[in-house]
C-alpha cells in the first residue's frame, strides 16, 4: 500500500513539473503598461513566436520552454521600453478641481513630453528618445527678466545609425512647434553617449567604422595571444562623395514584321502614285544604374604590431589569416593587412613602483630623512673631536692669524642654532671662533646664546 501512494505521489509530481515546463508562462514578473505590451505582441509576432495575452493587456504569456530564449531577444532589441505617460494617460487621470494651476500645467507638459518621445522613437533608426521640457520662469515679483522656455532631446540609435543634419533640425523644429513659445534655438539634442548634436555638422561615418574594426581585431587578438602582447591600427578610406552611373544596352533581335502597299490615282486633274513601306524590328533594351554612397569603403588598411618577445614567429601568417577575417578585408578589392614582428619597449619597474612606495609609507619617511640627518652631522663631529686630539691648533691658530678653517659653515649652516650649537660644542675654542665667521651676524649671535645656555647648565 505505501508502495503505491509513493508510486501515485511520484506520477503526480511529473505530471506538475510537465506542465509546468511546457505550460504558457508570463514572460515578465511585473505587470506592463498596455503601450507595451502591443511593443512586445508586434515583436513577437514578427518572430512567428506563439504567445498570448491577458484581457487587460498586462502581462504576455509564453511557452515556458521559450521563454528564456524570448527573453534574450527581447533584451537585445531594447524592448520593451520605458513606458512614457502621454496626453492622453493625463487626460485618462481625472483630477480634483480644486488641484493648483502648477500641477495642471505639469502634467500637461508630462503628456506633451511623452507625446514627443512617442514621436521620436518612430523615426528610422531611432531605438528610444526622451524629452524633457524646461518651463518659462515668468515669476511677477522677480526682478531678474523673464527665462524663455526650453527642451532638452536624447536620441538613443540602433546600432550603425546616425541622424543626418536635416533630420537633427527636424526635431527642433519639431519639439519647438510643440511647445508654446519655444524656439529651435533653444532645443538641444544629444546621443546617447552626451555628445551635442549640430544639425549644421556632417558626421564621419568612417570614424566610428575604423574604431568598431580597430575593437574587433584587438579583442580577438588579446584573446588569442594575451592582453598587450599586440597592437593595432586600422584605416578606411571611404568614396568621399555620392556617384551615379547609369548604363543602356540594346539587344537587337531582327525584324518583327513588315508592311507594303502602294497606290495610284488622280484628283483634281493631278496623278499621284503613293508607296509605303513600314518595317518593325525587335530589340531589347536594359538600363543599369549603380550608385555608390559617399561613406561605402573603398579600401581598408591594417597594420597589427605583435611583440617579438612574447609571440613566436611562426605564429605570424596564423595572425594575419585572424585579421583578415576579423577585418573583413578583402585582399583582391585592394585591402591591405600588414603584420610585423618588433621587440615592445618594457618600462622601468622602479619607476612605476616608486609613486606607490612614497604614498603607502609617508610616515617612514618623515622619520628617516630626519634620522639620516642626525646620523651625519654626529659622525661629523666625532672627526672633528678626533682631529682635535690629534693635531692640536698651533700658535697662529690661537693668535688669530690666517689658517684655514675647514668649510663646516655650508654643511652646518642650514641646521637650526641649537642644533649648530650642538656640534660646536665639542669643539676647539679657536676652531669654533673661526667657523662661526661663516655665518651672518644675527644667525652667529644666535648660536652664541645657545653654547652660552649649554656651558651655564653644565
Known amino acids: 500500500m505505501f508502495v503505491t501512494v509513493l508510486a501515485v505521489a511520484a506520477a503526480g509530481l511529473v505530471i506538475a513539473i510537465a506542465a509546468r515546463s511546457y505550460g504558457d508562462t508570463a514572460l515578465f514578473e511585473a505587470p506592463l503598461h498596455p503601450s ?22 498586462t502581462q504576455v504569456f509564453v511557452p515556458a520552454t521559450r521563454r528564456r530564449d524570448v527573453l534574450l531577444r527581447l533584451t537585445l532589441a531594447g524592448l520593451p521600453r520605458p513606458f512614457v505617460p502621454t496626453s492622453a494617460d493625463m487626460l485618462a487621470d481625472p483630477v480634483s478641481a480644486m488641484t493648483p494651476r502648477s500641477q495642471l500645467d505639469d502634467r500637461r507638459r508630462i503628456g506633451i513630453a511623452g507625446d514627443l518621445t512617442e514621436t521620436l522613437r518612430r523615426i528610422s533608426g531611432v531605438a528610444d528618445a526622451n524629452v524633457i521640457l524646461t518651463p518659462d520662469a515668468d515669476d511677477p515679483f522677480a526682478l531678474d527678466p523673464a527665462t524663455p522656455p526650453s527642451a532638452a532631446v536624447q536620441v538613443i540609435m540602433e ?36 555628445a551635442s548634436l549640430d544639425g549644421a555638422a556632417v558626421q564621419d561615418p568612417s570614424a566610428s567604422r575604423e574604431t568598431r574594426l580597430q575593437t574587433s581585431v584587438q579583442s580577438a587578438l588579446d584573446a588569442v595571444l594575451g592582453p598587450g602582447a599586440s597592437v593595432v591600427r586600422v584605416r578606411v578610406v571611404t568614396a568621399g562623395a555620392d556617384v551615379s552611373l547609369q548604363s543602356t544596352r540594346i539587344t537587337p533581335h531582327g525584324l518583327l514584321d513588315a508592311d507594303a502597299g502602294r497606290e495610284h490615282g488622280h484628283e483634281a486633274a493631278r496623278i499621284f502614285d503613293k508607296e509605303r513601306h513600314v518595317q518593325h524590328y525587335a530589340y531589347d533594351t536594359n538600363i543599369e544604374r549603380r550608385t555608390t554612397a559617399a561613406d561605402s569603403v573603398r579600401r581598408i588598411s591594417v597594420a597589427v604590431i605583435l611583440d617579438a ?125 673661526r667657523v662661526l665667521l661663516e655665518f651672518d651676524p644675527e644667525r652667529r649671535d644666535a648660536i652664541e646664546a645657545c653654547i652660552a645656555e649649554w656651558s651655564d647648565d653644565r
Not at 546600432?159 to 537633427?168: G, S
Request: charged fraction near 20%; include cysteine.
Open 36 to 57: 507595451q505590451t502591443r511593443e512586445i505582441e508586434s515583436a513577437l509576432t514578427l518572430w512567428n513566436e506563439t504567445f498570448s495575452s491577458d484581457a487587460a493587456g
Open 159 to 194: 546600432p550603425n545609425a546616425h541622424l543626418e543634419p536635416r533630420v537633427i533640425d527636424g526635431i527642433r523644429r519639431l519639439v519647438a512647434a510643440a511647445v508654446a513659445g519655444l524656439t529651435p534655438e533653444r532645443v538641444t539634442v544629444t546621443d546617447s553617449d552626451g
Open 309 to 433: 618577445r612574447r609571440v613566436d614567429a611562426s605564429r605570424r601568417d596564423d595572425v594575419a589569416g585572424l585579421v583578415r577575417a576579423a577585418a573583413g578585408a578583402d585582399l583582391g578589392a585592394g585591402d591591405t593587412v600588414v603584420v610585423a614582428m618588433l621587440p615592445f619597449a618594457t618600462r622601468s619597474s622602479p619607476d612605476k613602483n616608486a609613486p606607490a612606495a612614497t604614498q603607502a609609507h609617508p610616515l617612514s619617511a618623515l622619520i628617516a630623512i630626519p634620522a639620516a640627518a642626525a646620523c651625519a652631522l654626529a659622525m661629523a663631529g666625532a672627526y672633528l673631536r678626533r682631529r682635535r686630539d690629534v693635531d692640536p691648533p698651533s700658535v697662529h691658530a690661537v693668535e688669530g692669524e690666517a689658517e684655514p678653517a675647514p668649510d663646516l659653515g655650508s654643511t652646518i649652516g642650514a641646521e637650526t642654532p641649537r642644533t649648530v650649537a650642538y656640534l660646536m660644542s665639542g669643539m676647539a675654542p679657536s676652531l669654533r671662533a
